[in-house]
């Protein structure tokens, strides 16, 4: 007796390829959600980790580091301001760490723009286009919350800081000359993310907001470190 082949007919090929394309519509937007989810919360715990490295840098340096949003440009620069006009733009004044110090005054003395961002190579920049697609500081787009945590309320720029622009400073023994809160989010899928300077001593808290661009009208947040 021969042995019937062994094969798949093409009834049982379409049902594969019916089966595969159910999971994949029922998959592929949740991991969509999963990952523009993660990039605006990485963006907020990169904030993070920058504020500590400013704080440890003054009391290491002995000297005020601040952090300035450049919401305009979508960024924020971190460094010491050599000459004291809050925006970390002036070359072979302004820096981060000892960089390009020939005359041992802890200041650049060659320091330029190579890369033609209008920032001196000196000084730290984070750039929110490295989070990802879609990620900003504030709501000049996208979809706002109602208001912040504790019913606080969101500056459109995203960033409460005061001054001009706005930046957070922190003083040589590592605490803050003032409060505020720093909003990113997710423009396509309207996650948010605050992070927020809880008190003098610098200590840090990051909130997610409840809603979406689904749910506008939520109003509460959650707590999430």
Known sequence: MM????GVTLVELVIIIAIIGILAGIGVPQINRFAADFK????ATDLIQNMRMSKAMAIKENRQYI????????????????????DLISPNSDTFGVCKDTDNDRLPNTDIDSDGD???????????RNCGNNIIIG?????????????????TSGVSFTGVPPTAEFDTDGSMDKLGSVYFQQTSR????????????????????????ENPTVVTWTEIR
């Open 190 to 213: 309207g996650y948010s993310y605050c992070v927020r300077i809880a008190n003098i001593s610098g200590d840090v808290d990051v909130w997610k907001w409840d809603g979406d661009m």
């Open 139 to 155: 709501y000049g787009i996208g979809t706002t919350p109602p208001n912040g945590p504790a019913g606080s309320v969101i500056p």
């Open 3 to 6: 042995a019937r082949d062994e």
């Open 118 to 128: 209008g920032v001196p190579d000196c000084v730290k920049v984070v750039d929110m």
């Open 67 to 86: 952090i300035v949003f450049d919401t305009g440009n979508n960024r924020y620069l971190m460094g010491f301001d050599g000459n004291a006009d809050g």
């Open 40 to 43: 605006a919360r990485s963006c």
